[in-house]
């Protein structure tokens, strides 16, 4: 599989403004990016920390898998991601051991990445995600 380092942590928040100022003010982080995934029905917010991001996730959609995050869980963590050489065969490998897929297939994500998401079912609860930037 690969895996090099976590690539982001992903936050779901009802208002990235609001958020920011907790993590620019507050915390003396740069928000680098602001994004709208229209495919995901989500707008994001990226802050470096180290190798690794933090990707706030504010929903655009009443109907969006974050929207309906919040409303049941309220705000927080939403999932946890991680570097790959390949996201297909990351998630290749996760199935044949057994894990529940979201994604069969990679399909594109915040700042041109490939993403695929395991269910959290096969998890332990936590929603995880394979990025790469190749393939």
């Not at 790959?84 to 041109?112: C, F, H, S, V």
């Amino acid at each position: 599989m690969n895996i090099s380092h976590i690539e982001h942590i992903g936050i779901a928040v009802k208002s990235i403004d609001e958020a920011k100022k907790y993590y620019e003010d507050v915390l003396g982080l740069k928000c680098y990016a602001v994004e709208e995934v229209t495919d995901q029905k989500v707008k994001t917010a990226f802050f470096q920390v180290g190798q690794t991001k933090i990707e706030l996730l504010e929903p655009t959609s009443d109907d969006s898998a974050v929207a309906k995050f919040i409303e049941k869980r309220g705000e927080g963590i939403h999932h946890i991601a991680f570097n790959t050489a390949d996201t297909n065969e990351a998630l290749k490998t996760a199935e044949e051991n057994g894990i529940k897929l979201i994604d069969k297939e990679q399909r594109k994500g915040a700042e041109g990445l490939n993403i695929g998401f395991l269910h959290p079912k096969s998890t332990f609860g936590v929603l995880t995600e394979f990025c790469s930037k190749n393939n």
